[in-house]
């Protein structure tokens, strides 16, 4: 019996390696995909952060609206432009924008006393396509504090604040307040005037140049040490390794499309009369099946994360036997799948459209194409019945995100399970009788 | 050798097999004809193990044939109506996969796969890929992929099937010297001269039922009455009928 399994699995991995198609479908396509993929969701390689295009529209001119724009232009997320407004509109409509911030005529003055008195706030104008609202929410944060800055600068150390306390000098008789109350209250206001009449102190290392000192203001009272947590030392977050093991199981589970039409290619062309009537157990057909199925998957899955660890730096920064142990039931499960596809398929064109529906399906769910956390919190729970979901999980564990070899073994017991599964299945609904 | 008692299948409720029996002896080749949907093949594939008779027997040396992995099945060759090849692999690569079936060792297996491409005439193309073969060239290795395990008893299902005279003659030869070997061999076909070169009885089945079992000449016994020696054809007609089936 084992001579004549080994024989099926020598004759499938024939057949594979001369179907050059079937190659390139099971070993190159994947390595590409997955290279695209990859380098969307790890970001720069140089550490740089990509910039989201915005304009601003300054119709006010004032120093608060420029220390905005100046703000604006420095800071490490935004590229600026400073279109008209009938550009900036068009540019945001074409996308070539993603935010364009009008800051209308008065806005300075009118943030300025906004600022102590909460009242009549001037409004900002945000124009922003659609298609790119989570960057809206960044822009508006990121420009909050660029508008907090230039605001407060100029209240407290510009010539609108100066102006502002003279105006509050001259009415502090009409406020009607007793006169201790009037006297202590001017003594407040004459200091802060004496307070705007002194140059701002350069700053370290300033002094010399003759350079012009910053404007004070307000600005964040607190800074962002931002560490990644991996389970492993020295691992790190590598969107490659992710994108190997989502594309590397979507084409495994191709693979195994492969095998069940394959099987069903064989009955139609009558191989499979042949091999029933030699003194062969049911078993024994479809565990030679199975292992050649198995085999090619493990072989894919080796050539992808191969060329990610040579070309990308993936590692397997958590267990390697664990690794392999993800390896080698997620390559059961996709062989097994083949065998539910070729037990439930009739004709070999046919079964391939459904199959290749179902696949797509499962990978899509799966979070083989994006991670599953990008899903809602209902279908992430949903997907737990997607074995492609644990396939995926597991390889992430063990590579990027550094877990130890217990992290595999409840992927590796579902992916069993699956197989388990999908094997019985498959020994019920095969057609046996010719 | 080969005993089919009273087998029957049914597929819901299509009764492909109603009851058929016959046998074939060592050194004995019987032609086994029928019109299209007669019941030849499925008879075929009950003697072949592909498919359990809901009843009735089939049986090698006395004992019968039970489940799929009953040695007794190394007795018996198939050769099926298809091209049971795989086109993209070599000569050599299809005979050792089919033989690698049957347990057969390496030394045995060369041993096999050398003396069946002789017989076959195709030992110079043995590392071609099937796939550039000539139909006829693919009907003859058809025929070596089935005899690597030395079968007693060789079941040919349509085995000249779109081949040239040149390949059918061939292939006769081939049969010719199985027989004199001793093998049996169960040979169905719609071409009745074949029967009338190689079959030494014929059983011709109807509607899943034998309708005659007996030789060239005994046949001539359900020739039309009045006339005299006829052909195996004409005798055919007589028997089943100028009625198309399908």
Known sequence: MMRAILAMIRKDLQLFFTDRRAVIMSLVAPIAIASFFGSI????????????????????????????????????????????????????????????????SGFGDAAGRAFFSGQARPSLTLLYDPSHSTELGLVRGVLTEHVMQSVSAEMF???????????????????????????RLRDLLRSARKFYDVPAAPAAGQAADGAAAPRRGLSMPYAVAEEAITAGNNATYNGYAHSFAGMGIQFLLFASIDLGVGILLERQRGLWKRLRSAPLSRTSLLLGKASSGSLIALLTLAVSFGFAMLVFGVRVHGSLPGFVLVAVTTAMMAATFGLLIASLGKTPGGTRGVASLAVLLMVMLGGAWVPSFIFPAWLQT????????????????????????????????????????????????????? | MLEVRSVRKTYGDLVAVHDVSLSVRPGEVVGLLGPNGAGKSTTVSMIAGLVTPDSGQVLID????????????????????????????????????????YDLGNQALEEAIASSLQLVGLTERAKDRVGTFSGGMKRRLNLAASLLHDPDILLLDEPTVGVDPQSRNAIFSNLET???????????????????????????????????????????????????????EAIFLALTGRRLRD
């Open chain 1, 41 to 104: 969701f790890s970001g720069s390689t140089s550490g740089e952060r990509a910039k989201i295009p915005i304009a601003i529209v300054d119709q006010d001119q004032s120093a608060v609206s420029k220390g905005i724009v100046a703000g604006a232009t420095g800071d490490a997320w935004f590229t600026v432009a400073s279109p008209t407004l009938d550009e900036a509109r068009e540019r945001v409509k074409t996308g070539a924008l993603t935010v364009a911030v009008i800051i209308p």
């Open chain 1, 157 to 183: 150390t510009g010539e609108q604040g100066r102006v502002l306390v003279d105006e509050s000098l001259a009415q502090v008789e009409a406020l009607g307040a007793p006169d201790e109350q009037q006297t």
């Open chain 1, 382 to 434: 949903a997907t737990v019945v997607v074995p492609a979901r644990w396939a995926v999980d597991g390889f992430d564990a063990m590579t990027w995100r550094g877990l130890g070899f217990q992290a595999a073994l409840l992927p590796a017991v579902v992916m069993l399970g699956f197989a388990l599964l999908f094997g019985v299945l498959a020994v019920a609904r095969f057609r046996w009788e010719e």
């Open chain 2, 62 to 101: 006395g004992a019968p044939l039970q489940g799929d992995t009953d040695p007794k099945k190394r007795r018996i060759g198939l050769v099926p109506q298809d091209l049971a090849l795989y086109d993209e692999l070599s000569a050599l690569q299809n005979l050792r996969f089919f033989g690698a079936l």
């Open chain 2, 178 to 232: 199985l027989k004199a070997r001793g093998k049996g061999l169960l040979y169905t076909t719609h071409y009745m001269e074949e029967v009338e070169r190689l079959a030494d009885r014929v059983v011709i089945v109807d509607h899943g039922r034998v309708v005659a079992s007996d030789t060239l000449e005994g046949l001539q016994r359900h020739a039309p009455a009045g006339t005299g020696p006829v052909s195996l």
